[in-house]
């Protein structure tokens, strides 16, 4: 039997928690098949409502605007990835074990979770590579920082970066290295789909197998040159 989980969120990008209600968790359902479908400048509430069979004061009730139930997509999604990387390296005490399991983790985040059955990760997946960037280029980033809209998405680094410390605490940057390598998963898998001259990983079925490799590669060669690499 499969146990649902729930991810609950540090900020508040919402005006309402959408988990608490049924309509609230169908707003997110929904938003996020109809972004991945649309495309994300041409998404609206409207579209949203109609889909859900309600009304925009409906969700409105629930987020501001698009830019906040974006907002609340992306860090979902980051908050999801954090919490499968503690859950499969808890138990691992070897730093170079727990990081290398992390970095299989965020390999296969475009595989959908039957423990969140509202939320299909595979779809989000897409969404996040290619639209979280505007959750954070924008002019408003400054503020949206101190309000904590990027949290989950630092806390995943943070936590990926302490791993590098535990193995090489003499390596000058971890948090740059994680944060490069979060966006080179997505990047490579994403080519090796879409793009497949930018990549070595190819086809669907082996992408996943091979960006794992690729991640380790990169990060144990950057903490350690002379790291015999598996």
């Not at 609950?8 to 919402?14: C, G, V």
Request: proline share 3%; glycine share 2%; net charge negative.
């Amino acid at each position: 039997m499969t146990h649902s989980i729930t991810i609950n969120l540090s900020h508040k990008s919402y005006l309402r928690e959408p988990e608490s209600t049924e309509l609230g968790r169908k707003i997110i359902s929904e938003s996020i098949k109809l972004i991945d479908t649309l495309g994300f400048e041409q998404f609206t509430f409207k579209k949203l409502a109609a889909e859900i069979g309600s009304t925009e004061a409906s969700v409105y009730r629930y987020f501001e605007n698009k830019h906040k139930l974006l907002v609340y997509l992306v860090s979902w999604y980051w908050a999801w990835v954090d919490f499968n990387v503690s859950y499969e390296t808890h138990n691992i005490s070897d730093p170079r074990e727990q990081l290398s399991k992390a970095l299989d983790v965020v390999a296969a985040a475009n595989i959908n979770d039957p423990r969140t059955p509202h939320i299909d990760e595979k779809v989000l997946n897409r969404i996040v590579i290619a639209e979280a960037s505007k959750v954070y280029l924008t002019k408003e980033v400054d503020h949206d920082n101190q309000e904590g809209f990027f949290y989950e998405y630092k806390q995943l680094c943070h936590r990926l970066a302490k791993m590098v410390q535990e193995i090489n605490p003499e390596y000058a940057y971890p948090n740059a290295l994680i944060s490069t390598l979060l966006e080179a998963a997505h990047h490579q898998l994403y080519f090796a789909e879409h793009l497949p001259s930018l990549t070595e990983l190819k086809g669907k079925q082996l992408a996943q197998t091979e960006a794992s490799k690729f991640l380790r590669h990169l990060v144990f060669a950057a903490i350690n040159p002379t790291m015999q690499l598996n």
